[in-house]
């Protein structure tokens, strides 16, 4: 079992008692570095920069490998990694996983994690390293298998380096798009830091304490920090452009809105959740008085008379089977008029969490000692706590007879009529909350044999998870589906308490109050567990000069990997039996596997000190990789780098990856989730979708065959998907990646200028084909109906809707990304300060994937990947004083091609929605202050200075992802314009 023990009981382990001990120790040998301590501290240190094995003089350009300082990052207003990491260009063109997103979307990691996917490949196949060394994944369910940056706050780093190309020949198979290495802080230095994001607007609020403290002694050296992280929930209803969602439609003629008025409140009506409504599933023949779409809505108000006629609640002699209900039931859902007065706006919702309150508590400890001359030993510690609470709402529903139709039910008195009912009552009973301990331990030595330098390390990392979420109880719920009475002397199927009648049909229920006997019988919680343990061996060793040719030393370095992965997910008992409504259901999740690798790479000097020739070199790497579930590959790598003279250098490199299913992508249990009709189902109302153009004739025409009627409306049901995991039949990835481009270093002025273009194609891609890939392909094929994707659902004999959809995980065709890289900084004194002036951009030219050979679809430009993204940095530093000012550059995004136009049709009207935005500007700016000679230092700015919100979206006729009227995609603030401040003591 997971322990609940605070993060600070760590302290009482032996492990904490022996970091403790050494400390203690070295405190009392802390002697002042000095410059003069050796001949060989004077040369320049020999470092291993993220992109080669092979130690080199300094840093260099050869590879393109960006260089983010940790310190920077408080000038804009951001206080985490996961942030800083997403903000940059290189992954601000594509949608990332962030606790908000974690919370709102089933995503891999579960509720609150926050990965990072370079150029929008996955997180999967970005590699993350910690001091060059890897992580192992942390976060909660079936589906972890990326590092969380939860784990590493801030206050502990010092620098990121990110390589922006494939490196699986040097680093392994998850390295496809690049590489991130995390750098902690070194040296004497130690400090306090206390930080406070506050918006304008409540909700979102932010607060971090740490302290790192440093000391190098004779021999060694140790660092310690401990941090404490603290994000407020960010409710729906603490920001007006979240809290309403309204179609946003427009006359396709005169341009006015077109959305329906709400005339209880004069506005434009609130399009949500629907609530507290009886679906009705009716007999009639033609001229009854249900017409398509109605719902039964209750007259709360005692105000629904002054626009709409109540059903009737008195049987008709001459139309016995029109729908008949108590008094104070009103059709509403079929007209204008009746729309704008569907309740789909409860209080419910404003409390629903779109960035979770979280707590984040590390403990890190490093150090290193010099055993000999020769040799040096290395040791890492990193303990990890995070708490993640999510509040939210739902609807449930039954089904239940009518008092009088087919078996009749004298618990729906006053209801009448050719119909059986669908009660629809909402509930906040709907919450999540998460516990993630993560652990991490680093033994290596390093030393050196002649010329020879070796590395060789052992990495163990545990993530213990444990989830608890509220669930309905399944057997409360069906085991009085289509009831002929009472179920009172009845227990439950599945958990065998006695039944209680659930009174479906009362308004006060149907409105989400619920009585505590209710509430004890329909709901509860259910606790899951996920335990992922990642063990690594390492060893390198390298040679800088082992043979001098004419343009320079050969330099080698050879290398063994070793690893083994296991994940245990055991759901909730509820879970696991089946017995949570409308929620996934799924097994114990358990796997192991293991990877032998060994790796050599060459960097070969070519031409030296010639006309055009300054500096060339050829570097090779090689990669073999045995993964015991999924066989063995072969990687290369090849880059050349001409330099033509000192100030000019261009760069390329072309290389082939090999990426092994992860483990959840082959043990993944069974899980279980939903899907509305209308997104999976391509018959409904086929006849008028292919007078629109919205299916092919053929999807029609099997569809008729299948003998679906023309005007089918579709179930009222969602469809339920079961995914699960695909041992046995899945194969690994494979990939390219090409990358050329140039620097240029000027010496007439202090200025750098990059250009990089980068093409990455991943053929074999593992993934999920989703429910409505699966069912639309089916009745689009020649071969219907034995096509094998027609064999991954079924139809319901009772009323033709879509029941189950099989939705494993397969190899698809391919996945493409290509652009360019664009970055400049150029420095100069003005006046009496320093002026430093900054950008960087991403262009993509394209992103695209196909599911199959010929369904290839490019999602460049479309909301969530636009085309264009950048960042732009102006700072001045005078004196004691530093002034910041930073621009987040998001370009304008557009589906209006891919839904094939931007008009629709509301109720008989022509309209034009909203799926496209200009591009959006971020503003950050901030003032810096050291006190002279106290150690003391302040940083006070404004994030978001224009209070700049998400673009607004029609909430209708469209695929895109919105909260309220906002764009709910990664790329923009959610939070509204915020004061922040940072205190630094130094000591």
């Not at 240190?45 to 094995?53: F, N, P, Q, T």
């Not at 409308?582 to 790479?601: K, V």
């Not at 034995?786 to 391919?814: G, K, W, Y």
């Amino acid at each position: 079992m997971l322990k609940k023990t605070p993060l600070f009981e760590y302290a009482k382990s032996p492990l904490a008692h022996a970091i403790t001990g050494i400390m203690a120790m070295t405190s009392l040998n802390v002697v002042a570095q000095e410059a003069a301590e050796s001949e060989s501290k004077a040369e320049e240190e020999r470092v291993i920069v993220v992109g080669s094995r092979i130690r080199r003089d300094s840093f260099n350009s050869e590879q393109p490998v960006d260089i983010i300082m940790a310190e920077d990052a408080i000038k804009s207003g951001v206080s985490n990694v996961a942030e800083l990491l997403q903000r940059l260009t290189v992954a601000s063109g594509s949608p990332q996983v962030t606790s908000a997103t974690s919370s709102e979307f089933v995503q891999e990691g579960g509720i609150g994690v926050e990965t990072f996917s370079l150029r929008g490949l996955g997180p999967n196949r970005t590699l993350v390293l910690l001091n060059g060394r890897r992580a192992g994944p942390a976060g909660t369910r079936g589906e972890t298998s990326a590092f969380d940056f939860n784990t590493l706050p801030i206050s502990m780093v010092e620098r990121i380096e990110i390589l922006k190309d494939g490196a699986s020949s040097l680093y392994g198979s998850d390295a496809v798009a690049g590489v991130v290495n995390i750098i902690t802080k070194t040296g004497d230095e130690s400090a306090i830091d206390a930080f406070i994001s506050q918006p304008e607007e409540s909700g979102g609020e932010r607060s971090r304490l740490s302290l790192t403290f440093g000391r190098s002694f004779d021999g060694g050296s140790f660092r310690v920090t401990a941090d404490y992280d603290k994000q407020q929930e960010l409710a729906r209803g603490d920001r007006d452009y979240f809290a309403c969602g309204q179609r946003y439609i427009f006359d396709a003629v005169t341009g006015e809105r077109a959305d329906p008025i709400d005339p209880r409140t004069g506005t434009y009506h609130c399009r949500d959740l629907l609530w507290g409504h009886v679906w009705i599933y009716d007999y009639q023949d033609a001229g009854g008085n249900v017409l398509p779409g109605m719902l039964a809505q209750y007259d709360y108000d005692g105000d629904l008379g002054n626009y709409l006629t109540p059903f009737p609640n008195m049987v008709d002699p001459n139309n016995p089977d029109f729908m008949v209900t108590p008094p104070g039931w009103f059709p509403v859902n079929y007209d204008r008029t009746s729309d704008g007065l569907a309740n789909a706006d409860h209080p419910f919702q404003d409390r629903q969490s779109l960035v979770p309150e979280s707590e984040r508590a590390t403990i890190y400890g490093q150090a290193e000692f010099d055993v000999s001359d020769n040799v040096n030993l290395y040791t890492e510690v990193l303990l990890n706590r995070r708490k993640t609470d999510v509040n939210g709402y739902r609807q449930f529903w039954g089904y239940v007879y009518n008092e009088n139709f087919f078996a009749g039910n004298p618990l729906s008195a006053g209801w009448q009529g050719a119909q059986w009912l669908s009660p629809t009552p909402i509930t906040d009973h709907s919450f999540n909350k998460i516990t993630v301990d993560y652990q991490r331990y680093v033994v290596g030595a390093t030393g050196d044999i002649g010329d020879w330098y070796w590395d060789a390390s052992y990495q163990f990392s545990r993530s213990e998870g444990e989830y608890t979420n509220a669930v309905i109880f399944d057997d409360s719920i069906t085991d009085q589906n289509f009831l002929d009475g009472s179920c009172v002397g009845m227990t439950t199927s599945v958990r065998g308490v006695p039944c209680i009648d659930i009174p479906w049909l009362d308004p006060q229920f149907l409105a989400g109050n619920i009585s505590p006997e209710m509430r004890a019988f329909l709901f509860g919680t259910d606790t899951g567990e996920t335990v992922y343990d990642q063990s690594s061996f390492d060893v390198v060793f390298s040679n800088g000069n082992l043979l001098e040719l004419p343009a320079g030393d050969l330099g080698i370095a050879v290398g063994a990997h070793y690893r083994t992965d296991e994940i245990t997910d055991t759901p909730g008992a509820t879970t696991l039996a089946s017995n949570a409504w409308g929620a996934s259901s799924a097994g114990i999740t358990a796997g192991d596997d293991t990877t032998t690798a060994f790796f050599g790479e060459a960097r070969i000097p070519l031409l030296r000190d010639l006309p055009g020739a300054y500096n060339v070199e050829l570097t090779l790497s090689a990669r073999y990789t045995d993964v015991d579930t999924s066989g063995s590959d072969t990687t290369y790598k090849a880059g050349l780098s001409w330099a033509v003279d000192e100030t000019f250098r261009i760069r390329a490199s072309h290389g082939t990856s090999f990426r092994a299913p992860a483990l959840f992508e082959l043990y993944l249990a069974d899980q279980t989730s939903f899907i509305s009709q209308r997104a999976v189902d391509p018959c409904i109302r086929w006849a008028q979708n292919l007078t629109d153009g919205n299916i092919t004739q053929r999807m029609a025409d099997n569809c008729a065959a299948e003998g679906i009627a023309p005007d089918y409306a579709g179930g009222a049901i969602t469809a339920t998907v079961v995914t699960g995991g695909g041992l046995g039949i899945l194969e690994s990835e494979t990939s390219e990646a090409t990358t050329y481009g140039f620097v240029w270093k000027p010496t007439f002025a202090d200025l750098s200028v990059s250009v990089d273009y980068f093409d990455f194609l991943i053929e074999g891609e593992i993934t999920q084909l989703g429910a409505g890939n699966i069912v639309f392909q089916c009745y689009d094929s020649t071969f219907f109906p034995t096509d094998p994707l027609c064999s991954q659902f079924e139809r319901s004999a009772l009323d033709n809707r879509i029941e189950t959809v099989r939705d494993q995980f397969i190899n698809i065709a391919e996945q493409t990304n290509r652009g360019y890289d664009v970055k400049i900084e150029y420095r100069t004194d003005v006046g009496p300060g320093n002026l430093v002036l900054s950008t960087e951009h991403t262009f993509q030219k394209e992103q695209s994937r196909g599911l199959f050979a010929d369904t290839v679809e490019d999602r460049n430009g479309q909301f969530g990947d636009p085309k264009h993204v950048a960042n732009f940095t102006a700072g001045y530093d005078i004196d004691n004083w530093s002034f910041d000012w930073i621009v987040n550059y998001i370009g304008p995004v557009s589906d209006v091609e891919d839904n094939e136009g931007d008009t629709s049709t509301y109720r008989g009207q022509d309209v034009r929605i909203v799926i496209d935005s200009d591009a959006v500007y971020y503003h950050a700016f901030s003032v810096g202050y050291e006190f002279d000679d106290s150690g003391l230092s302040a940083r006070v700015g404004v994030a978001n200075v224009f209070d700049e919100e998400p673009p607004k979206i029609s909430d209708y006729a469209n695929n895109l992802s919105n909260v309220g009227q906002s764009a709910f995609y990664t790329q923009y603030d959610w939070l509204g314009r915020r004061v922040f401040m940072n205190l630094s003591y130094k000591f």
